[in-house]
């Protein structure tokens, strides 16, 4: 009994490390965005549920590609990610885009947007610079709430 009361316990503390993953550091993602919360109902979930939760399943960024090939040579970013989560994940992002002292531009479409990312599907992001001086991005994320 001993035993599986000290595997339960350092499985929790492996999980509470777990945090959100991404593969490009100029892409932020918050730590409500990894886990899910055992505030559902336990009966219906439990197993799955806490696995996930224990495991840090949520959104990983497994991309994020920044060129300048569309028609009026702007730079615009891909970002492709992934919910490693069974429920759906609603986010809101931010791409702020540097110039090439890696001062952020200021601009109007930089703006926190609403995505939803279905579970165990992957998502796209798409953003297009206002100013053909941006060089690099910087993104963010936060609970859709």
């Not at 777990?18 to 965005?33: I, N």
């Not at 990894?34 to 840090?56: A, C, D, R």
């Not at 919910?83 to 702020?96: A, C, D, I, L, P």
Request: proline letters at 3%; a positive charge; hydrophobic letters at 40%.
């Amino acid at each position: 009994m001993k035993s599986l009361i000290i595997l339960c316990v350092m499985l929790m503390l492996f999980g509470v490390g777990c945090g959100p993953k991404s593969s490009d550091e100029r892409v932020h993602l918050r730590s409500g965005l990894s886990g899910g919360s055992l505030g559902h109902n336990v009966v219906t979930e439990s197993i799955k549920g806490v696995f996930e939760w224990l495991s840090g399943a949520g959104i990983v960024i497994d991309e994020a590609v920044m060129n300048r090939d569309n028609a009026a040579g702007l730079p615009q970013l891909f970002i492709a990610g992934h919910n490693t989560s069974s429920k759906t994940k609603r986010f809101r992002y931010r791409v702020e885009w540097l110039d090439a002292d890696g001062l952020v531009i200021d601009t109007r479409a930089s703006t926190w947007l609403p995505m939803s990312a279905m579970g165990k599907s992957p998502f796209q992001i798409k953003s297009v610079a206002t100013r053909p001086q941006a060089v690099n991005f910087r993104m963010d994320t936060r609970k859709w709430e």
